[in-house]
């Protein structure tokens, strides 16, 4: 009797480690001797091809990343292994397959209500390779699969900028302003007596063009007495960003009266 007892018992926990409960959506397995049962379950395909599922209970968390989607089985463990098992316990420390040690492999299927299911074990280590958990008779259950998360691209605004050396001399305009008018654009910097100035059209391409032989391309120099304009020189478009109204460009230049401009560049949104 007292056989046939345990063996009941033993029966009766095997059957609830093994099986899934009333039919939803569910990541489970025995991790040691444990039965770990995720409360929220769920699969992404991420763009560049890859398969990530996981498994959250709490602060617990079972994930299993699949390098391409494509494949499976696929198995676990090694130190160059791109397909990984990571669980991650109660108190933040994770036990992962990437290392020598580990073992494991993963086995999955697309079902046709957009979910996944599959079969999965492994043994993961700590980074220092002293600890280690067993996840055994694991199942991924009809989990939903996600769109993948996208990261909002960051938005990097330019300040405008214009530097130059006039006559071996830093040019530091306090004001730095632009104009457009018709397809020709204007940038200038301005100190409190002097300026500098270019123009060309606004559609120039990036490139390098040449100045004081072309009227669309045109630079000048204005001290007290008056304009001082470019007589040879080059100007280079390094970027003409049309969508977001942004130009970034250098340049240098003499002029009649014998100015010399040297290391121009500016920045400009206009």
């Not at 991790?31 to 395909?45: E, Q, V």
């Not at 530091?172 to 500098?196: A, D, M, Y």
């Amino acid at each position: 009797m007292k056989v046939v007892f345990l063996t009941l018992i033993s029966v009766m926990l095997f059957t609830s480690c093994s099986t899934i409960e009333d039919n939803s959506p569910a990541l489970q397995g025995i991790k040691d001797s444990l039965l770990f049962r995720a409360n929220d379950s769920r699969a992404i395909f991420n763009t560049d091809g890859s398969l990530v599922v996981t498994g959250e209970r709490g602060l617990e968390a079972v994930n299993l990343l699949v390098n391409n989607q494509s494949q499976s089985p696929v198995t676990l463990g090694g130190s160059n292994n791109t397909n990984i098992a990571v669980y991650t316990d109660e108190n933040g420390v994770e036990y992962s397959t990437l290392n020598p040690l580990s073992r494991g492999n993963f086995a999955y299927s697309l079902n046709g209500d957009n979910s996944l299911s599959g079969e999965f074990n492994f043994t993961a280590y700590t980074e220092s390779l002293q600890d280690s958990v067993f996840f055994y008779r694991g199942v991924a259950y009809q989990v939903p699969i996600l769109s993948p998360l996208m990261n909002e691209p960051e938005v990097i605004v330019l300040q405008n900028n214009f530097t130059a050396k006039v006559n071996t001399i830093m040019f530091t305009p306090t004001i730095i302003n632009s104009s457009v008018s018709g397809n020709l654009i204007t940038v200038v910097g301005q100190t409190s007596t002097t300026s500098l100035a270019l123009n060309f059209p606004l559609n120039t391409m990036a490139g390098d063009y040449l100045l004081g032989t072309n009227p669309d391309l045109s630079a000048g120099y204005t001290v007290p007495n008056g304009v001082s304009n470019a007589t040879s020189g080059e100007l280079t478009i390094i970027t003409n960003d049309a969508a977001n109204e942004l130009i970034v460009g250098t340049f240098s230049f003499q002029t009649d009266d014998g100015f010399e401009v040297t290391e121009g560049a500016f920045t400009i949104n206009y």
